[in-house]
């Protein structure tokens, strides 16, 4: 506003005088050039601005280095990603986040996209706290006032790593299950195949119960696997998801007599698990069978607790416990009561995303489990 004061005092200084005077003209012209200085400075400012507002609303990281790999630029969500402030990253190199940058094949990528080309690849970033996340990098070729510089669009791809392995142990599962149940169905076929061809040969009379158990016993096993093909050919099936776990205890207690037995639960809110949707079966089992197996119950006890630098989400009970002999057969299949494929069933379905399963109570002082979840698996306080 005062060079635009001035400059038009200038004019009505001119016109006034009636003719130019030199020494005025200069000082118009001098004005006019500031005011050109400042306008240019004012847009330079406002698309600055408009610059920095749309890489910062942009979903995915945004990072601009040099062609010597010094970091130019970046965006609000590369700084949350990575832990740093912008101060921070505009000190660092792109090999310090990035260390598979200096490996050759990086800068001879580099040189082919400052030359015009295009790539998008698979790489680890690295946390201000040392850890890893598995990033989709996106490099193209951009021209900057202080030289060519390298524009990368990066993607957080935990999540889809994660579903990427969990598919893969799906794929094993499945393959398991298909040679497993069909030698154990197989002999189970030949138990009631033998039993009845004996029975044939003889008339039925007192000796011939035995042979009638036998082969009841045999049928009764083949439905139990059929139904464990029925259950375990869901597991696998659908994505990992993240899932409440205090919405998860809640649903699997309800059905909890709730005159003998308390459940507490203590797991934090919105405390969430990235697990197979069929982890509601394995707090299910957990609980059926503490019901049935696990003596005078009074009550049951959920929450989270932290283990060895990881965490793990614990169901307590006060029933007889497990004895220590069945502790190491206690998730394999076939053993134990109803032929063991709960639990058997429910380590399973937790090891699709690396979630593991142990019982750790004291016989006698009721059941432990500790169910220990990756640290990318479990968010929330």
Known sequence: MVIEALNNGADSYLQKGGKSVPQYAELKHRIQVVVQRHRGEEALRESEERYRTILDQAADGVILHDETGHIVDVNRKTCQSLGYSREELLSKSIEDI???????????????VLA????TFESHHVHKDGSTIPVEVALGPLHLPLGPAILGIVRDITERKLAEDALQEASRKLNLLSSITRHDIKNQLMALTGNLTLLEKKQFEHS??????????????ISAMIQFTKEYEDIGVHAPI???VRALVDECTKDVPSGPIKVVNDVPVDTEVFADPLIVKVFHNLIHNAVRHGGNITAFHFFVE????????????????ISADMK???FTRGSGKDHGFGLFLSREILSITGITIAEAGAPGRGARFVTTVPQSGLKGT
């Open 242 to 244: 993240w899932q409440d």
């Open 116 to 119: 015009g080309e295009s790539y």
């Open 306 to 321: 932290e283990l060895e630098g990881a965490r793990a989400i614990i169901c307590e009970d006060d029933g007889v416990g």
């Open 328 to 330: 190491e057969k206690l």
């Open 208 to 221: 011939s119960d035995e042979h009638l158990l036998k082969a009841e016993a045999a049928a009764e096993r």
């Open 98 to 112: 990035d260390p598979d940058a200096i490996l050759e094949g990086k800068s001879n990528l580099w040189n082919a």
